[in-house]
């Protein structure tokens, strides 16, 4: 379930804002309000931390996309 769009849209932000704190642009954003794309793991947890909610709640971990995921 993508709860990305209800939560941006309750916190107020607007998605220019949320893509310079997070390093993305306001169309990746977009991409992941529609479903059409997920954020990877850790521009998930950006985002949680910036709308003050868990990561969980925005979208489940196993969804996130892999194919952006930083190695380690």
């Given at each position: 379930m993508?709860?990305?769009?209800e939560?941006?849209?309750?916190?107020?932000y607007?998605?220019n804002?949320?893509?310079?704190k997070?390093?993305?642009?306001?169309?990746d954003?977009?991409h992941?309000?529609?479903?059409?794309?997920?954020?990877?793991?850790?521009?998930l947890r950006?985002?949680?931390k910036i709308?003050?909610?868990p990561?969980?709640?925005?979208l489940?971990?196993?969804?996130c996309?892999?194919?952006y995921?930083?190695?380690?």
């Open positions: 993508n709860n990305i769009k939560y941006i849209e309750k916190s107020g607007r998605s804002y949320i893509a310079e997070i390093g993305c642009t306001p169309s954003i977009s992941w309000i529609s479903g059409e794309r997920r954020p990877n793991r850790e521009r950006l985002l949680a709308l003050r909610v990561m969980s709640t925005l489940p971990i196993e969804d996309s892999r194919r995921t930083i190695n380690k």
